[in-house]
């Protein structure tokens, strides 16, 4: 576990301006700056954030951080409410019980526990492999009540028969490096807060496949959890087709298409690592006679360099699946990620055979799904080569939209 905090927590008083208090009752999860009218005292970050309203009646209880421009991350608001470990473990309990119907399908162990601000739980994220939890802190202000957090993961895990024995600690870069409470700066990215650090990847089984999560350097938490649905569809629709995955990453989509009888998967992706890893994680299967018939090719490179170089050299396939990282976390990235997807789906749509099939991810979560799903069909249409059939879809079970800007995903297959 991590070391107890030098200061205990205190609690500070904050009011908020009309708006920000109506917010705030309406559920959403984040103050910010501007929205505080006063705080008694100024407090550090980390302590309780307690938001009173013009009759000095309780409204709502979160997270304190002075350093960041979302000041409060709301845990609570109604009825006065402690924050203490019977709280985090009503939570965990809550949440985790929304993940039953996933749970109960019975062939995946890795899931996203806790969704953050979608979950009720702003800046935090659990992820489970086996037997491992990731603990994910988007905030610093989460820093003081790592015990009582981790504490609670286990306990609740032990409840419901899904035991964890390992717990690794993950930050956000902007978390890592932000101030931090005295009695926190010891803690850092890929730290074991429980159990023995893995040396090793570890296993886990999603939709029956098998597959490796590097839960110490990798990517997000070392695998992205949010496209178990669509790779299931892929795997659907790969019987005997010629399959192109770019932005594979760890293989995901690679190894259910190997799975659903594609006679070929190409992977593609800038990182030599996660290449490594799609080549591992199709390993893992190999026991499959699908995955075994199937060729696998590698390469690693720019997306869109690969993309153009396979068309020069006349290349087609059946499938091809383009799942970039965000292009925009900011609203002024917006106009620079929509080229950016119509470049990709032009990109792609050459690579395409004529009745074959385009998917085409966003995870951008300024761009929403409306504009997304218009942007793909567009440019299809505009390239001569329009999408029938057209699918959208959106968040996994585990990765619910708790709030307006929660909504990230969005997934749009296409019959070219
Ligand atoms: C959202 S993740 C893809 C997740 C993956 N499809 C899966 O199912 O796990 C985005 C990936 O794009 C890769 N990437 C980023 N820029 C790239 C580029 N210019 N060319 C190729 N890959 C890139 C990253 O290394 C990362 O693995």
Known sequence: MSGSPASPVDRVAVRLTKDALRQVRGGHPWVFD??????????????LAVVFDDDRKF????????????????????????????????????VLERRRPLL????????????????????????????????????????PHLDDVVAAVVDVAAEHAEPVARVVLRMARTTATAPRRPGTEHLADGDALLGELPTVPVQFVENGLTFEA????????????????????VRDLAAGKRVLDVFCCTGGFSVNAAAGSAALVHSVDLSP???????????????????????????????????????AKGETYD?????????????????????????????????????????QASCSARVDAETFERVVTTTAADAGRPLRNVQ???????????????EYLCAVFGTV
């Open 104 to 143: 109960a399908q019975g062939d995946t162990d890795a899931y996203r526990w806790v969704a953050g601000e979608n979950d009720g739980l702003p800046g935090l994220v659990v992820d489970r492999y086996a037997d491992v939890a990731v603990v994910k802190l988007y905030s610093a202000a989460w820093m």
């Open 59 to 94: 409204a709502a209880i979160g997270l304190w951080d002075p350093g960041s421009p979302i000041r409060v991350r709301v845990l609570h608001k109604g009825s006065p409410r402690t924050v203490d470990g019977t709280f985090w473990r009503e939570q965990l309990a809550a």
């Open 214 to 233: 590097d839960v110490v350097h990798g990517q997000k938490t070392g695998h992205f959890l949010d496209q178990r649905d669509n790779r299931r569809r």
């Open 34 to 47: 501007a929205s505080v009218a006063s705080v008694k005292p100024e407090g550090q970050v980390g302590d």
């Open 273 to 311: 690592q996660a290449v490594a890893t799609a080549r591992r994680n199709l390993a893992y299967n190999s026991a499959l006679p699908e995955v075994a018939a199937c060729t696998h090719q590698a390469t690693v490179g720019d997306a869109y360099d690969v993309m153009e170089r396979l068309a």
């Open 319 to 359: 499938v091809v699946v383009v799942d970039p990282p965000s292009f925009a976390s900011r609203k002024d990235q917006v106009a620079g990620a929509v080229r950016a997807y119509a470049r990709l789906t032009e990109l792609a749509l050459e690579l395409v055979e004529p009745g074959g099939t385009l998917v």
């Open 392 to 406: 959208v879809f959106g968040h996994a079970l585990d990765h619910p939209v708790g709030f307006a800007q929660g």
